[in-house]
């Protein structure tokens, strides 16, 4: 089984239409639709672990907090950082390469950062 993803509102995007593009069987969600601007991350967390989705997000000051205090309660199929240094395209190459070779277990309750490709 594949890591499946749920887009955080601050999230650009492009990276997922990318990804799609890149590897069209990725199973990426974007944040349009299912995540408002504005949501809290508590709230966040929540949606994504109900879908049983791993979140990806930019939101590297305060979504780090929240998940701590999110496991402590609740399950979560992970939480991936993606420093905002990264260019899109680097985005878009870094979660091919989780998705290739990780697994959900390989996130499960954990913060990862998103690796260089």
Do not use: C, K, Y
Not at 38 to 50: C, K, N, R, Y
Not at 72 to 91: F, I, K, N
Not at 107 to 116: E, Y
């Amino acid at each position: 089984m594949n890591i499946r993803f749920q887009a955080d509102a601050d999230l650009n995007p492009e990276i997922g239409l990318g990804l799609r593009r890149r590897e069209p069987s990725v199973d990426f969600r974007a944040a349009a639709g299912i995540i408002a601007d504005g949501t809290s991350d508590p709230e966040v967390l929540e949606i994504a672990a109900q879908a049983d989705r791993v979140l990806v997000s930019r939101d590297v000051s305060t979504m780090p907090r929240h998940f701590e205090g999110f496991t402590e309660q609740h399950d979560s199929p992970g939480l991936l950082l993606v420093p905002s240094s990264r260019s899109t395209g680097e985005a878009i190459e870094g979660l091919l390469m989780v998705w290739l070779t990780w697994r959900p277990e390989d996130l499960r309750n954990l913060i990862r950062w998103l690796p260089r490709s």
